[in-house]
């Protein structure tokens, strides 16, 4: 069965420092990836995907994220954290199935020290 | 990117009551929409798929009857509680994609609170 899997529930890094969120996903073909992010009471906003090329890849805020297919995983990475990212990021896997349907990942709640 | 709208942002209503949820896509055609049910502190459970024109495809453990979804045209889908109970409080979330297995556009959300 597919699966998404966001090993850290909470990750707590100072301001200024770098940051590396876990993604691992099982999928039995090469799957659509996301990472979304949101804010308390808020809606999500997509940060970056990867459909195919290019295995890193840049998105908004200053984010990015790498595939790697040996691995499994997928995981998102920013050099120096701003207080304004402390927020609920989740890793998601579209087009499971030949479907719409999406599976998320239960998240992972950044929490930035000042 | 794409914007989709949610309405209300919030609600709140009493027991036996039902609630409808507005989601619409604003400036583009969302050839399928999704409605996600998020728990506090926890991920998107999705609910349900629907494509315009056609019945709702409901996911295992979700009442149909309980939470009714329309999709009566490419910019806008309903989700409506039926007679709402407090277990029924919740944020729901829709989204909308333009194809298959595309970037999914989510709405602002919609918190239900039911007394």
């Known amino acids: 069965a597919q699966s998404v899997t966001q090993p850290d529930i909470h990750i707590t890094v100072s301001e200024g420092a770098s940051l590396e969120l876990r993604c691992n996903y099982s999928y039995g073909a090469t799957p659509y990836l996301f990472w979304y992010v949101q804010s308390p009471g808020q809606g999500l906003q997509l940060l970056l995907k990867?459909?195919?090329?290019?295995?890193l890849v840049q998105g908004i805020k200053g984010f990015e994220a790498e595939f790697k297919r040996s691995q499994s995983s997928f995981n998102l990475r920013k050099p120096s954290v701003h207080w304004s990212d402390a927020a609920e990021y989740f890793c998601?896997?579209?087009?499971?199935?030949?479907?719409?349907?999406?599976?998320f990942g239960t998240g992972t709640r950044l929490k930035v020290l000042a | 990117g794409a914007v989709v709208s949610q309405h209300p942002s919030w609600v709140i209503c009493k027991s036996g009551t039902s609630v409808k949820i507005e989601c619409r896509s604003l400036d583009f055609q969302a050839t399928t929409m999704f409605w996600y049910r998020q728990f506090p502190k926890q991920s998107l459970m999705l609910m349900a798929t629907s494509n315009e024109g056609s019945k709702a495809t409901y996911e295992q453990g979700v009442e149909k009857d309980k939470f009714l979804i329309n999709h009566a045209s490419l910019t806008l889908s309903t989700l409506t509680v039926t007679s709402a109970h407090p277990e029924d409080s919740s944020f729901y979330i829709c989204?909308?994609?333009?194809?298959?297995?595309?970037?999914?556009?989510f709405g602002e959300g919609s918190r239900l609170t039911v007394l």
């Open positions: 998601a896997v579209g087009g499971v199935s030949g479907t719409y349907k999406y599976i």
């Open positions: 990867y459909f195919s090329g290019d295995t």
């Open positions: 989204s909308g994609s333009r194809r298959e297995g595309g970037e999914l556009f």
